[in-house]
């Protein structure tokens, strides 16, 4: 078993900036990728970003070149980097975590507003 932890949303102002913060406890040896994903009101949950355990990231089109997947092995820690934001960023964030490669995980979810 492997819970999940995020913080550090909130609410602001476009073309400001966030970082959202995951830490995972339990069964971490066996996590293989983790990521965050977000649901606006009224749509689908999507991946927005994933981090392999070699450090590799792939990102959503919506997403790159604005935010940044990275984690801290030592405090068992992956954050999200949220520059340029927009208010279509708008959604609650989930971290996730696939582990022995079938099984996933969520966190508690952490509001992200953009608005003026």
């Known amino acids: 078993q492997v819970q999940l932890v995020d913080s550090g949303g909130g609410l602001v102002q476009p073309g400001g900036s966030l970082r959202l913060s995951c830490t995972a406890s339990?069964?971490?040896?066996?996590?293989?990728?983790m990521g965050w994903a977000r649901q606006a009101p009224g749509k689908q949950r999507e991946l927005v970003a994933i981090i392999t355990n070699n450090g590799s990231t792939n990102y959503a089109d919506s997403v790159k070149g604005r935010f940044t997947i990275t984690r801290d092995n030592a405090k068992n820690t992956v954050y999200l980097q949220m520059n340029s934001l927009k208010p279509e960023d708008t959604a609650v964030y989930y971290c996730?975590?696939?582990?022995?490669?079938?099984?996933?995980?969520w966190g508690q979810g952490s509001q992200v507003t953009v608005s003026s």
């Open positions: 996730n975590a696939l582990a022995n490669w079938d099984d996933e995980y």
């Open positions: 339990g069964s971490i040896a066996s996590i293989n990728i």
